[in-house]
């Protein structure tokens, strides 16, 4: 495990069968149905990995089992629904975490702790973008034919994710937005169930997000477009401009431009880069610091702390890109309601020591 604090005891699946293939390749000690899940008394953290269209019902299940859980993004396709469960984690006293947990990796930490060094001043706007060829990838993962497949919700959210853990509460956003195309089957060895689909939501967003610290940031994510990915964060500050790396990973590099100075990047001031380093090499191993926001929820129950992924974060996540959708079909600016707080990792802690040839200490941070 790569994580000291967890017991990985039971794995479920709507189908048991791949899930025993994967308790066997794993040594998971238990293959459960979800009712089992819900029902074990010694389960006390259930990791929600489905597609977010059965988000709901799942969390719901699990909390009113008194079960803590921990959630893929999205937090749900309904905010009402987010509210609800919100609120009955709140009644009962348990914690939610909700991905994406990359905020806490070594890319956004370091961008982070520039930020509250005061390294480019007062951050006064911001642009921001990202595509990908949305509706191609929806014959591969076929999940994103669903409810929040479309490229805001899905890849957006972790620019939203990165942006308010580096700037804080959204209070305001605006807005224009279109929607997949119509898309016609183009790969073999694809589902032939159906030759043509549309992608749900908005796949296409440009808007603008105003902080409660007065930074004004445009957002541009565009679905319908080619798998050529050009992602970009910049912040303009009052001393310098900041680059922060790719959100979608741990490993992203910061850099900073001062005046009369060349771009510098700055050396990583965290842990969880994205190295594996429990394994031999896997596919998406820069995404290999995935779960440290489940180990640092588990850490968070043990202490009684509010845990930096949480609830809150998920809803105001989720509130901001609804918001867009809101405000972008009224022609009118909406303002988030919702509110959250997310304190830093201590620096100091790394994922490898030695040269990159041995495990670090980063888990300490969590604690």
Known sequence: MSFNIIDLVAISNRSLGKAKEKADQFGIEKVLSIDEVADDPEIELV??????SVHYDIIKKMLEKGKHVYTEKMFTTDIDKARELVRIANEKNLYIGVAPDTVLGAGTQTAKLALERGMIGEVT???????RN???NSELFRFLQEDGGALSYD???YYIATLVSLLGPVKEVSGFTAPAPVHNRELLFTDESKDSWQIPGSNIVAATLKFESGALVSLHINGNTI???????MLFGTNGIMKVGNPDTFSGQTEILLPENNWVTLPFSHGYNGTNKMSDPMPFDHYGSRGVGVAELAYSIRAGRVNRCSKEYG???????VGIDIAAASGKIYEVESRFEMTSLTPGYYSTVFGG?????????LM
Not at 357 to 365: C, H, I, N, Q
């Open 47 to 52: 990791v929600v990995l489905t597609p977010a």
């Open 125 to 131: 706007g911001g642009v921001v973008s990202i595509n």
């Open 134 to 136: 949305q509706n191609l």
């Open 155 to 157: 890849v957006g959210i």
């Open 227 to 233: 798998n050529s990915e050009q992602n970009l964060i």
């Open 315 to 321: 809803l105001h996540c989720m509130e901001i890109l």
């Open 357 to 365: 040839l041995g495990r670090g200490d980063a888990e300490r941070s």
